[in-house]
């Protein structure tokens, strides 16, 4: 008989934050998901998919880019370019992320123009889809690790720098797109939505799809997850037909607490986390205890997992976890 598992990756959910940024008296709300933990089987991961590291292993911007579309570029690749605020500390520099409002648009669109210009030789090209999202077309096939914007937001940069083969040209462009937008635009065109603009963080290439072959469906409302569906012939799937889907593997991937956890905001994050628990976890575990799906396999980290099934719901002896034993991460 099929058993069918719905693996749920949500990155900022486990050890999202440090000690220093939890609020003491917010600490104690209680959730559903603490419940669920204390209660489930921590285990290695047996995954044959994805992995909380998807991020860095997936072309989520080519997937992105191209999710109207079925097929990838015969050639090169698409990485988003997220613009940032690179702000001088005493000893090291730190990003902060810029937000695109529509009132934003002929100064993105004269940025971009003038980082298209000084980099058409190098075939380096910007455009921005209607959603604000800037991504960076190249015919460069070599791509190195280059780390989510979102882990890098008010941490010393120079630990999230590209690595690999290619690194050197792409440390170039980020050095020289800082010299640029400083020399060819004055204060008042860098400054958007009360921010400076003075460089782009490049990432989403990285690898292909190969090793992620047997995941069969997807539930996630990113543009990329609509994309990565099309290029590999996969089924997307709404909460609402997860029961019906004939999928024995299911991954769900929600990203609504990767940004509130990147920039240490504790309040924002237990507000997404109660959003996540009404929207999409009481769901699943309604299709639980109806028999409709046999697991939830919360993802913890790329090597281990919390696997919890209906009848797990009557451990009455286990002790809830406290929220800040799955949110604060261990030194």
Request: hydrophobic share 40%; with cysteine; glycine share 4%.
């Amino acid at each position: 008989m099929q058993r069918k598992s719905v693996n749920l990756l949500v990155p900022g959910l486990f050890n999202a934050f440090q000690s220093s940024e939890l609020n003491n008296r917010l600490i104690n709300s209680s959730f559903l998901l603490q419940r669920i933990i204390s209660k489930a089987d921590k285990q290695a991961l047996n995954s044959a998919g994805l992995s909380l590291d998807y991020l860095c292993n997936i072309p989520v911007a080519s997937h992105e880019y191209f999710s109207a579309d079925t097929d990838t570029p015969s050639k090169g690749n698409v990485l988003y370019a997220d613009p940032v605020h690179l702000e001088l500390k005493s000893d090291h520099i730190v990003a902060r992320p810029i937000s695109i409002q529509p009132e934003d648009t002929d100064k993105i669109t004269h940025i971009i123009a003038v980082f298209n210009e000084y980099f058409y030789e190098d075939k380096l090209k910007l455009e921005i889809s209607e959603s604000g999202k800037i991504f960076c077309l190249t015919e460069k096939n070599i791509i190195p690790m280059m780390v989510p914007s979102k882990d890098v937001y008010g941490r010393d940069i120079k630990h999230f720098l590209p690595e690999g083969e290619g690194a050197k040209y792409w440390l170039k462009v980020f050095n020289e797109t800082q010299m640029l937008l400083h020399e060819r635009l004055t204060f008042d065109q860098r400054l958007v939505n009360g921010n400076e603009l003075n460089s782009f963080w490049f990432w989403g290439a990285n690898h292909n799809d190969k090793e992620f072959i047997k995941v069969n469906a997807c539930v996630g409302e990113a543009d990329w997850i609509k994309g990565f569906c099309n290029h590999h012939d996969k089924k997307h799937v709404s909460i609402e037909n997860v029961k019906y889907s004939e999928h024995e593997n299911i991954y769900l991937i929600d990203e609504s607490l990767l940004e509130s956890s990147s920039v240490g905001d504790f309040n924002a994050w237990l507000v997404a986390l109660a959003e996540f628990e009404k929207n999409t976890l009481q769901s699943l575990v309604k299709l639980l205890n109806a028999g409709d799906i046999d697991f939830l396999i919360f993802h913890e980290t790329t090597g281990s997992c919390f696997k919890y099934n209906k009848m797990h719901k009557y451990r009455f002896l286990r002790k809830r976890v406290h929220l800040k034993d799955i949110c604060v991460k261990v030194k």
